[in-house]
Each structure stands twice: as structure tokens, then as C-alpha cells.
């Protein structure tokens, strides 16, 4: 397997690809203001096996397309949906986020958890506002500084991976510029992060043994292994931002 390979394998399995929880997910959901309505239009992107779209579905009794790059997880997120009842609701298919089969102002409610950073932030919001109808929401979880300032060794670790990282109040203004009105803003607790962490701990010796403690999988485990460890030592400097804003006209 090459990395990208290793990093399905390692993921698949779990119920989200990234911190988050179903709370985090209804919280966000409510300062959308979106009430439930059969006839609501809602993509759910780089949905992962699907934790957040089932929720969506659940609260809105609406279909939702559940739409990610990679094979395995859309095929996960359909077992999910078959199994919880929500097969009817819950449509997962495989797309890129850069170039999404959504027509130009269709959608009421853009949802995206801990995804947009494959595009980075500024080009993700940008690119998605066009496919909100007028006065649509789009809401988004990402990296985010909680301070202006943090550690070294933190500012380079994250920026490395992702140079899209900012704080909260540089993200909204980049809503702003691109065409939104913030709604409503949280960062993800603690509990969020445990709950992603734990999981890939509780699997990393399933999956070492089904690769054969390869070298290949020996690094990927060593990296997340590194992340946690920052985590724990340094999460107070960053967290992921919950970030729910409406399309507005006249940008």
C-alpha cells in the first residue's frame, strides 16, 4: 500500500476521520437556524464514513449528499446510513471537493467538518459560496490558533502541514471578504479531540499487525503518535473552529 493507502486503512474503520462529535455537530446546526423541512438541498463535504451527514438527516429529515474523494469512506458512510435506518436520507458518493457536481445556487446548507484544510480556507469558502443559494449557510470546522501567539515548536509543527492556519478572527474576516455573515463561532473541546485520538489508539495494534509492521506504516503510526503527544502537551494554543456563516448578495 502507499501512504495515502495506509492513511484509509488506518481511518476507515473509525466514526469520524477527524475531532469532532455529534454534539459539536447539532451545536453548529442551531446557530445555522435551519429548522427541519423535507425539501432542504444539503451536501455534507469530505463527509469522511459519514458521522456528520447521518446527524444532518437525523435533525433535518432531509436527504443529505454525503460527498468525499476516497472509495472506501463513501462505501462506509452507505453502510452506516444502511445500518442507522437512513438509507432513504443519506446519499454518499465519490467527488472531489475542488470540483463538486452541484449546480450554481441549489444548496440551503454547505456542511463541511474538518475538510475544507485540502483546499485551505480562503480558496474553500471562496469556491464553495457560489453553489448556496441566496442567503444560504455554509458551516465548517478547521484549525484554528486560539491565540494570536503560540510556541515555536507549535507554529511550526501545524504550519508545515497546513499553511492555511489562522486564528478565528482572521477566518472570519476571510468569510467576510468572500461573501458572508458570520452566524456563530465555537471552538471543538477537549472531548472532541479524545474522541478522535482514542479511537486510532485503541486500533494502532490492528492495524501494525495488518501491515506487517511495515516501515510505511510504522511512520504514519509514529506521525499520529507525534500529533497526539502535541495535542496533549500544547492543545490550548489551537483547536478546530466551528465556523457557520450565510451568503450574502452583492459580493
Not at 69 to 81: G, P, S, T
Not at 128 to 137: D, N
Not at 180 to 203: E, K, M, N, V
Request: include cysteine; charge should be negative.
Amino acid at each position: 500500500m502507499d501512504e495515502l493507502e495506509l492513511l484509509v486503512d488506518l481511518h476507515v474503520r473509525n466514526e469520524r476521520q477527524g475531532p469532532g462529535s455529534a454534539d459539536d455537530t447539532r451545536r453548529a446546526l442551531a446557530l445555522t437556524g435551519i429548522r427541519p423541512d423535507a425539501h432542504l438541498s444539503i451536501a455534507d463535504v469530505g463527509c469522511g464514513t459519514g458521522a456528520s451527514a447521518l446527524v444532518l438527516a437525523q435533525e433535518l429529515g432531509a436527504p443529505v449528499r454525503a460527498l468525499d474523494m476516497l472509495e472506501a469512506f463513501v462505501d462506509r458512510a452507505r453502510a452506516r446510513a444502511e445500518d442507522s435506518g437512513l438509507a432513504d436520507l443519506v446519499h454518499a458518493e465519490v467527488a472531489q471537493m475542488e470540483d463538486l457536481p452541484i449546480a450554481a445556487d441549489s444548496l440551503d446548507l454547505l456542511w463541511s467538518e474538518g475538510a475544507i484544510y485540502n483546499m485551505g480556507f480562503a480558496e474553500g469558502v471562496r469556491a464553495w459560496r457560489p453553489l448556496l443559494k441566496p442567503a444560504g449557510v455554509l458551516a465548517v470546522s478547521d484549525l484554528t490558533w486560539t491565540t494570536p501567539a503560540r510556541p515555536a515548536d507549535v507554529d511550526a509543527h501545524w504550519s508545515a502541514i497546513y499553511p492555511g492556519v489562522a486564528t478565528a478572527g482572521e477566518k472570519i474576516c476571510i468569510l467576510e471578504d468572500a461573501g458572508y455573515a458570520p452566524l456563530g463561532f465555537f471552538f471543538l473541546p477537549r472531548s472532541s479531540w479524545d474522541a478522535y485520538y482514542g479511537p486510532l489508539r485503541a486500533g494502532a495494534a490492528d492495524f501494525r499487525a495488518r501491515h506487517g509492521a511495515s516501515e510505511a506504516a510504522e511512520a504514519i503510526l509514529a506521525e499520529e503518535e507525534k500529533e497526539q503527544r502535541l495535542y496533549a502537551e500544547r492543545g490550548e494554543w489551537f483547536s478546530y473552529g466551528f465556523f457557520v456563516a450565510r451568503r450574502i448578495d452583492g459580493a
